[in-house]
């Protein structure tokens, strides 16, 4: 079992930015598609950006293409999500998990999620 703890998350004007990051104890994540998500109050877990094993493909929603870089460091078991430019509707908790199978951009085909990380962007 692999357990995930996300950081980084805070307040931050519109503009500026944040680097999360995401832990992983327990068994190696090194050999699955990593994802994170976010939610805001009154939503669904939407997708952000996932990347895969290697890190050499990443995926990323459209409303955070060019602003947001996803990375990993398999050698830490520790994934990052820089998030530059950002805006007040960036808004949300933001949560790392582990592909199961399926989809990169279902949260429905992941899992061990962590605790989340609170991202608020003020205008």
């Known amino acids: 079992q692999v357990q995930l703890v996300e950081s980084g998350g805070g307040l931050v004007q519109a503009g500026g930015s944040l680097r999360l990051s995401c832990a992983a104890s327990?068994?190696?994540?090194?050999?699955?598609?990593m994802g994170w998500f976010r939610q805001a109050p009154g939503k669904e877990r939407a997708f952000v950006a996932a990347i895969s094993w290697s890190g050499r493909s990443t995926y990323y929603a459209d409303s955070v293409k060019g602003r947001f870089t996803i990375s990993r460091d398999n050698d830490k078991n520790t994934m990052y999500l820089q998030m530059n430019s950002l805006k007040p509707e960036d808004t949300a908790r933001y949560y790392c998990?582990?592909?199961?199978?399926?989809?990169?951009?279902?949260?429905?085909?992941?899992?061990?999620w962590g605790q989340g990380t609170q991202v608020t962007v003020s205008s």
């Open positions: 998990a582990i592909q199961s199978s399926g989809t990169y951009y279902d949260a429905s085909d992941y899992h061990s």
């Open positions: 327990g068994r190696t994540f090194s050999r699955y598609i």
